[in-house]
Every structure is written in C-alpha cells, then in structure tokens.
C-alpha cells in the first residue's frame, strides 16, 4: 500500500517545473506552429521568459509568476505589442498540462493573465516616392553584389514581400500569368498562398542580377562574398536585413527596415487608386482591418467625408 501511494505522489504534476520540463515545453510550443515567424518570436519570448524564471528561485509556474513576469515586463517601457508578444508563455503551461507536468488548475490560472491593452494607434514608417527611388538606385550596380542588392529592394518596394518570402524565391515561382510575369503560388506567414504580379522594370533588373550571377535554378537570390563571386544555394533573411539597413544608412535612414518597405509599398499602391480588395490580395492578410493599418489610413478633418452630403443647407 505504502508503494501505490509513493507511486500516486510521484505522478502529481508538479508546481514548480525545472529547466528540462520547461525546455519540453517549449519544444511543443514551437512545433505546433507552422509559419517560421511565429517560431522565431515564440522562440525568442519563450527564451527570456526561461532566462528571467530561473534567474531567481521560484516557488511554482502559476498565475502570479506570470503576472510577475509582465510587471517586469512594463518596467522595461516595452510597447504594449511588445509585451502581448512576450506573454506567449502562456503558451507553455498549456503544453506542460498536456504532458502532465502541471496541474490543470495552475494551467487555467496562467491563461486567465490578460495582455496589455494597446491605446491608441501607433504610427508606421513609409517612405516616399522620392525616398523609394534613391533607395533602390542606392546599390552600385557596375559590382555583381550591387546588381542582386537592387533587384532584393525593388521587389520588396513593388511586390510587397517579406523577408522570408524573398529568401525563399526561385525559379519555380517565376510564372506568365495573363500575358505579364508573376511570382505564382508563394507561400507566406501562415501557409497562406497568393500570387504577386511582378513590374516589368523589376522583371528587368532581376534578370540583369541573374544574368551576371549565371544562374538557372534553384533560389533567386544568393550570397555574393567580397570577392565578387556568388556561393551558396541561397540567403537567409538576415542578409535581406543587412542589405535595406545599409543602403538606408547611406541615404540617412537609419530606422529603415525591411518590412517599412512592404508598408511603403501598401501606401504606394493606395495612392495609385488601387482598391483596398486588390491591395488584401497582393500582401496576403487574412483580414482588411490589417491591411489598413498598413496603409496608414487615419480619420481626415480638413476634408471631412461628412462636409458634403447632399442634405447641407443652399447658399
């Protein structure tokens, strides 16, 4: 008897999970996502949520640790996306009770913490016309690593794409569709797949890169080391990083990143009258809510849309 009961108290989830248990979790967590993103975010909240719980002796993983843990995190002056994003590690404490590493009471604690509440609408970076243009024509394009930095810029600037999305460009993506060249069947955030349609001046300066680097298959865009020469089957999207943050230092823009110029290229095609359906479509969100915090839109005063209804009194 006294055996089972040994047996039963060693099968009670535990209150305070050590780093092998919180690892566990973590490796469930972050393979039941698919988008490489939400890994990599996951990952890296996960990570410092981990670092700051065995900083310090902890009684258990529960509600009031992760309460704690966002107090930390407003201490820091993060933004409120910020701090939502890091509160993933709500996330561990459902896989820790589906393995049975924690009690599904202390789980239901630790998802009842709510995030922080965003107020008001923080504003974006977007780049002009003007500022657009010098940047693609920033790269020196009589070198080889110059003619594939302006063909990486143009394509985010005209097709909208991330930087996972142009490191993962090939051959097989480059398709006619209706008489024009498209990037066809691109797999984006979320396994969501959607089709760009690619400007002739960009068609042109990709073909130039390719032409110079001889390439036939396999990904578009290669790593170019400082002798002048391509190597390698691809590029991660760190480089994509590296390459808009130096041309953007360079025209004095420091803040640039890549993804400032998929806002950019939302905003240009709005401004080109394109309709707010077609734009959803060339960026691929799910929702239009999201596509409209990309195009900046923001409620007019000057022009108000209630000035003119038809019903105002005759002068």
Known sequence: MRKKQKRRMNRRPKTRLGLPDLDQSKASVIGSLR?????????????????????EPRLSFNRTVVLRYRIHLESRNLAAGTINVRL?????SYEAA?????????AAGIRRVKGVKKLGVRLGNWLSATEARALWQSPDVATLKGKRDRAMIAVLLECGLRRRELADLSFDHLQRREERWAIVDLIGKGGHVRTVPIPDWVKRFLDEWLAAA?????????CVCRAGSVWGNGMTEKV????VKMHAKRLEMPKLAPHDLRRSFARFCHAACGEL??????????????TERYLGCK?????????RLGIEPRA
């Open 214 to 222: 001889n390439l036939a298959s396999g990904k578009l865009f290669r």
């Open 88 to 92: 993933a590690v709500r996330r561990l």
């Open 240 to 243: 994509v990083w590296h390459v």
């Open 277 to 290: 359906e077609q734009i959803q479509f060339l960026l691929g969100h799910v929702s239009v809510q999201t």
């Open 98 to 106: 589906d393995a049975g590493l924690l009690s599904p009471e202390l």
């Open 299 to 307: 409620q007019r005063f000057r022009e108000a849309v209630n000035d």
């Open 35 to 55: 988008s490489p993103e939400s890994q990599r975010g996951y990952r890296h909240a996960i990570d410092e949520f981990i670092e700051w719980y065995c900083s």
